[in-house]
Nanobody, 117 residues
Framework: QVHLVESGGGLVQAGGSLRLSCAAS????????MAWFRQAPGKEREFVATIIGNLTYHVASVKGRFTISRDNAKNTVYLQMNNLKLEDTAVYYCAARAITASTYDHWGQGTQVTVSS
């Protein structure tokens, strides 16, 4: 079982920045596909970004503003969020899956990001 713990959320003004961190307990962290999802109030959880090795993909709504990265030596994945917008307000979740898995079956508890005007 992979244990994921997110941190770094908070309250920020529009246009500001935050960096989320997700620490994983798994020693073979480098073999996992890592991702960030978010869920805004009253909305379904949506995919934000993923990293496979050094390959990254970001959903169109955050591309150019958010950057996913990982430090395998620290078993940690990051989400750098710049130029935050009101619509980025959500609970952000870290997720992991084995490369051969089709679904994300390891999830963190979530961290709240609130963007104010």
């Amino acid at each position: 079982q992979v244990h994921l713990v997110e941190s770094g959320g908070g309250l920020v003004q529009a246009g500001g920045s935050l960096r989320l961190s997700c620490a994983a307990s798994e020693r073979t962290f480098s073999n996992f596909v890592m991702a960030w999802f978010r869920q805004a109030p009253g909305k379904e959880r949506e995919f934000v970004a993923t990293i496979i090795g050094n390959l990254t993909y970001h959903v169109a709504s955050v591309k150019g503003r958010f950057t996913i990265s990982r430090d395998n030596a620290k078993n940690t994945v990051y989400l750098q969020m710049n130029n935050l917008k009101l619509e980025d307000t959500a609970v952000y979740y870290c997720a992991a899956r084995a490369i051969t898995a089709s679904t994300y079956d390891h999830w963190g508890q979530g961290t709240q990001v609130t963007v104010s005007s």
